[in-house]
């Protein structure tokens, strides 16, 4: 398939793209490179055929529409977006003209050109999201395809806005959008802001590693090689106007994923002492959510897809693959100004 991915210098869209050009897909990423995002994610492809890269904000709609027009694809996968909630409460004004305004642009932009295309080309427009837009579970249960949105961070609303734009264009337009909803990514290239990075950065440097309140929010983790692989069985056999739950089926509080990463470095890396002797724990964040959980039965049943990776191995490849870049995340902290914002889930 020839595609367009947006935010594809990003973490999830650059692995996204490692997977999906060794499948023989034909790449187009559109990315405006902001803070989060780093085009050296993809210096193996710079001079591959199948890899064309474009610098273009999704905020601008001119420009959006004539990518989408001149690179006629048989399918775009839509990953730009603000991600970090802290930055969202931080200021939420960007998270609301990139998620939800850029979302539209090229949403409007993808009809005309679907609607201007012979049908047998088919393209689909598959709409990358989170399950931060279904709010907080409480002890039990799971998120499934119809709990009812309830998001309670200024990401998670706009993220939550750009699903329902989704689902109306598909609704009243009839383009052909599917939705995921995955649950907290993991692996190489994640940007050093978010909490395992964070925690693997703070623990290198043998500085505090801060844990937001009682550190017992429970996240679901999803390997981001296998969410790649999720993506494509989407684009390839997914039903256009259905929505999807990615999730790793990898429930762990944030202290105790903390602390199995301090003991994966205590072998990997030993110090003076063990690296749990670092956490620290800091004031909570507002509207911090207590639980996430998803249920990926719809995707496993419907598209044969399945979380190969366990947080244990997960967790063992993003510690060595962090440890073997410590130079990428310099240079990317450098590159980028990386704040003091934390990123704790």
């Known amino acids: 398939m020839r595609l367009i991915v947006t935010g594809g210098a990003g973490f999830i869209g650059s692995n996204f793209i490692h997977r999906a050009i060794k499948h023989g897909h034909q790449i187009i990423n559109i990315d405006c490179l902001t803070y989060a995002s780093s085009i050296t994610n993809l210096t193996a492809f710079q001079k591959n055929k199948n890899y064309s890269f474009l610098k273009i904000d999704i905020r601008d709609r001119d420009l959006v529409r004539s990518a989408i027009h001149e690179a006629q694809p048989d399918g775009l996968v839509h990953l730009a977006a603000e991600s970090h909630v802290d930055r969202s409460i931080d200021s939420p004004s960007d998270f609301?003209?990139?998620?939800?305004?850029?979302?539209?642009?090229?949403?409007?932009?993808?009809?005309?050109y679907y609607y201007g295309v012979t049908k047998a080309k088919s393209p689909k427009f598959l709409h990358v999201s989170t399950d931060e837009v279904y709010g907080s579970l409480g002890n039990d249960g799971l998120f499934t395809e119809n709990t009812p949105y309830s998001p309670n961070s200024p990401y998670a609303s706009s993220k939550a806005s750009s699903d329902h734009l989704a689902r109306a264009w598909y609704k009243t337009y009839g383009v052909p959008t599917i939705i995921s909803n995955c649950s907290n990514n993991y692996g190489p290239f994640q940007f050093?802001?978010?909490?395992?990075?964070?925690?693997?950065?703070?623990?290198?440097?043998?500085?505090?590693?801060?844990?937001?309140?009682?550190?017992?929010?429970?996240?679901?983790?999803?390997?981001?090689?296998?969410?790649?692989?999720?993506?494509?069985?989407?684009?390839?056999?997914?039903?256009?106007?259905?929505?999807?739950?990615?999730?790793?089926?990898?429930?762990?509080?944030?202290?105790?994923?903390?602390?199995?990463?301090?003991?994966?470095?205590?072998?990997?890396?030993?110090?003076?002492?063990?690296?749990?002797?670092?956490?620290?724990?800091?004031?909570?964040?507002?509207?911090?959510?207590?639980?996430?959980?998803?249920?990926?039965?719809?995707?496993?049943?419907?598209?044969?897809?399945?979380?190969?990776?366990?947080?244990?191995?997960?967790?063992?490849?993003?510690v060595d693959w962090y440890l073997e870049n410590q130079n990428w995340v310099s240079e990317i902290k450098s590159e980028q100004k990386v704040g003091s914002r934390l990123g704790l889930g």
């Open 96 to 112: 609301i003209t990139t998620n939800i305004l850029g979302t539209f642009n090229l949403l409007e932009a993808f009809r005309d």
């Open 192 to 318: 050093p802001e978010k909490l395992i990075p964070v925690i693997l950065m703070k623990a290198l440097s043998f500085e505090p590693i801060p844990i937001y309140g009682d550190g017992l929010n429970v996240r679901d983790w999803l390997y981001v090689e296998d969410h790649a692989e999720a993506l494509l069985q989407i684009l390839e056999h997914g039903k256009v106007g259905e929505k999807y739950n990615i999730g790793g089926k990898n429930e762990i509080t944030n202290l105790d994923l903390t602390r199995e990463l301090c003991k994966i470095l205590d072998i990997k890396k030993p110090g003076k002492s063990s690296y749990s002797n670092l956490i620290t724990f800091v004031q909570d964040r507002p509207g911090h959510d207590r639980r996430y959980a998803i249920d990926s039965s719809k995707i496993e049943k419907e598209l044969n897809w399945k979380a190969k990776t366990s947080l244990k191995d997960g967790l063992e490849k993003t």
